[in-house]
């Protein structure tokens, strides 16, 4: 998953950023007051972004929209220069 999706769904869930480690980002979730820690790569595991959730208390629904989730992949058009 992206990261940006991940941090968008916290958002959603009222978590703030909180501030800067070296290689993460420190969310809070401002209802509870539990802090976790974000990592800064692009991609982030299914696995730790439920973690995250989990740790947050905010539900590991699935973090696209319904719709997005659904659409296959385009198929790259085919060379139109067959003879």
């Not at 539900?59 to 719709?67: D, K, Q």
Request: overall charge positive.
């Amino acid at each position: 998953m992206k990261r940006k999706v991940l941090i968008n769904h916290l958002k959603a869930y009222k978590c703030e950023f909180l501030n800067l480690g070296k290689k993460h980002d420190v969310y809070i979730n401002t209802e509870t007051k539990v802090k976790t820690t974000i990592p800064r790569h692009a991609d982030i595991d299914e696995e730790l972004a439920d973690a995250i959730c989990k740790q947050l208390g905010i539900p590991r629904e699935r973090y696209l929209p319904a719709t997005a989730t659904a659409l296959p992949r385009a198929r790259r058009f085919e060379s139109s220069h067959s003879r």
